[in-house]
């Protein structure tokens, strides 16, 4: 019989709860650093005593291993994730503006596999041969699918850059903007529908011993990490190549601090209702989400965003679902 895991937390996902830097990942991150620290310090105490009961490649191998984890975990920080998409005051209000009026897919996906048990020789430092078996992972089949929905609306509310941080403090230049996506059913028929859907989609990809399920929520041109410049203030050494710098350096997590004292922490979510089972548009809904409008206020002006919506001229696939009883 077939095995089936739902695997909702896909490797993006992963990422992009590391990349929050919670109070753990800050941990996790001077963990790796001060691991580092360490390798070297004993990499350089191998180097200068050359004891044989320390071997060189060792010392080597320990130093490889704390680099690579230093780097990746570095790499993956929210601090870096922010100053990759530098933007200004004016461009991210265009940007909001785009969001609004874009919409929001549920992208599911599934990966078949099956494991292998594979046979090979070894040869040790002293000629004897060796058999060895290991199980191995052997990728099958993969599919993805969007979930079907005729209509949408954006209701997200109020948008406005917080810059009163700025006004406080002169060294106050940059918002670290840290926006999310909410996909929300409009009705119980919707959801049904999605939930038809996925076991639909999961069943007629059924085409391995096991099988991966993941999902994505995406909306089209969505940037999760936004560094909007909301001040003339200049500070020095501030940006990714110093960034990169203070990593090769291993001294990265203090330069995180230095660029927090120029930054306001703001998160935002764009938040999108869709429906499977009717018009959007109609008096009667315009009315249950007239005050939750996307809206940008800029400038002291507030101006309404209210996204167009998608009426599809399509047939919604019925998704009645026939399990075998094997």
């Avoid at 992009?16 to 070297?40: D, N, Q, Y």
């Avoid at 570095?74 to 100053?83: D, I, K, M, Q």
């Avoid at 191995?136 to 954006?154: L, P």
């Amino acid at each position: 019989e077939m095995c089936i895991r739902d695997r909702y937390m896909g490797f993006e996902n992963i990422l992009i709860m590391a990349t929050g830097e919670g109070a753990c990942f800050r941990i996790w991150c001077w963990f790796c650093t001060i691991l580092l620290w360490l390798s070297l310090i004993f990499l350089a105490y191998s180097l200068l005593t050359r004891k044989e009961e320390i071997p060189i490649n060792q010392a080597y191998g320990i130093v490889g291993f704390a680099a690579l984890l230093y780097f990746l975990t570095e790499s993956l920080a929210s601090t870096c994730c922010f100053l990759l998409h530098p933007t200004s005051g004016g461009d991210i209000y265009g940007f909001m503006q785009n969001m609004f009026y874009t919409p929001g897919h549920i992208e599911m996906r599934v990966q078949c596999y099956h494991y292998e048990n594979r046979a090979h020789t070894e040869r040790d430092s002293q000629g004897n041969t060796k058999f060895k078996t290991e199980q191995i992972r052997v990728d099958t089949h993969r599919a993805t699918e969007k979930f079907y929905y005729v209509s949408w609306r954006d209701i997200s509310g109020q948008f406005v850059l917080d810059t009163s941080g700025a006004m406080a403090n002169v060294q106050k230049a940059f918002v670290k903007l840290h926006l999310k996506i909410d996909l929300q059913f409009a009705n119980d028929g919707t959801a049904l529908d999605y939930q038809k859907q996925k076991e639909s989609f999961k069943w007629r990809n059924h085409r391995d011993t096991h099988q991966d399920y993941s999902e994505e929520r995406m909306i089209e041109g969505f940037k999760e990490f936004n560094l909007v410049r909301v001040s003339d203030y200049n500070p020095k050494c501030f940006g990714l190549c110093w960034y990169i710098i203070f990593m090769f350096l291993t001294v990265v997590e203090f330069y995180k601090m230095y660029v927090d004292k120029f930054c306001i922490n703001q998160d935002f979510v764009i938040t999108k209702v869709l429906s499977s089972k009717g018009d959007l548009s109609r008096p009667e809904i315009i009315v249950q989400y007239q005050s939750l409008m996307p809206c940008i206020v800029y400038m002291g002006q507030t101006r309404l965003y209210d996204a167009p919506l998608i009426m599809p001229q399509l047939t919604l696939p019925s998704y009645e679902i026939q399990m075998n009883s094997s």
